[in-house]
Nanobody, 118 residues
Framework: VQLQASGGGLVQPGGSLRLSCAAS????????MGWYRQAPGKQRELVAD???????RYADSVKGRFTISRDNAKNTMSLQMNTLKPEDTAVYYC?????????????WGQGTQVTVSS
């Protein structure tokens, strides 16, 4: 599985950005897909994902502001980020996990920088 993230950039507080992640390769058995972020000096954290049961979950800090979506026909996943705050500044990574032959496999995209600053 290969993941290619795009859409990051510099935005003012209160602004919006849309991140995209294109998946390719052996994607048929992907169970979970989502977005993580890592700010300088902090651990990588979950932002939002589609669980193996098909539901979505969000970090408390982004609920009501961020929306995760996916287009299965195009093998893409997006993260619409509204009302951005300086604390949303981080490198954002798309993530995929699949369960195959009794093992979980984790895949990461290359990361895209989001900077929220005036």
């Amino acid at each position: 599985v290969q993941l290619q993230a795009s859409g990051g950039g510099l935005v003012q507080p209160g602004g919006s950005l849309r991140l995209s992640c294109a998946a390719s390769g052996s994607i048929f058995s992907i169970n979970v897909m989502g977005w993580y972020r890592q700010a300088p000096g902090k651990q990588r954290e979950l932002v939002a994902d589609f669980t193996s049961g098909g539901s979505t979950r969000y970090a408390d800090s982004v609920k009501g502001r961020f929306t995760i979506s996916r287009d299965n026909a195009k093998n893409t996943m997006s993260l619409q980020m509204n009302t951005l705050k300086p604390e949303d500044t981080a490198v954002y990574y798309c993530n995929a996990e699949k369960y195959e032959l009794g093992k979980w496999y984790t895949y990461w995209g290359q990361g895209t920088q989001v900077t929220v600053s005036s």
